[in-house]
């Protein structure tokens, strides 16, 4: 895992795993893996009202796959709320003082991304004036970021509801 801003890491499911429920941390996971592990469930239930989003006091969890399709990442319409709602987590987790990491299977898309907006929309840290230029300053402070086709075109056309 990698610290992107003062406490906030961007890292792997392996990591979430490790974090997962210890006081000092929060958790948001950003990967069906994980999300699925939470429910013990061996596919997503898309009757559960945890389908996409599960928020606990300690973590939350989206039911995401690292898809090529952006439509993927705005399932029902509710995409952006979806992303609202994990920045305003880690907004809050780093407000009491915790550690929070940012999880996705192997930390190269899905989690990247969601701190790098963080840091582009909440932070200031780097330019938000579109997805491409707040995406060239962030592989400067996360190197590994490779965003798929899905997630960075996602963010691309929902950059300014943020």
Not at 53 to 71: G, I, K, Y
Not at 119 to 130: E, N
Request: neutral net charge; glycine residues 4%.
């Amino acid at each position: 895992m990698l610290e992107v801003a003062t406490s906030l890491y961007v890292g792997t499911s392996l990591e979430a795993r490790q974090v997962f429920q210890k006081e000092e941390w929060r958790l948001a996971n950003v990967a069906k893996t994980i999300h699925l592990e939470i429910h013990h469930w061996s596919k997503p239930d898309n009757k559960s009202p945890y389908y996409i989003l599960h928020e606990e006091e300690q973590w939350v969890s989206v039911n995401w796959v690292d898809a090529p399709r952006p439509e993927l990442f705005n399932y029902q319409n509710k995409g952006v709320s979806v992303v609202k709602k994990v920045l305003v987590f880690i907004q809050k987790g780093l407000q009491e003082d915790k550690k929070v990491l940012v999880s996705c299977d192997q930390g190269l898309s899905r989690s990247p991304s969601v701190a790098m907006l963080y840091l582009a929309k909440v932070l200031h840290m780097i330019p938000d004036g579109s997805f491409a230029e707040a995406a060239r300053e962030f592989v400067k402070i996360y190197p590994r970021y490779q965003p798929a086709s899905g997630i960075g075109m996602f963010l691309a056309e929902h950059w300014f509801e943020f």
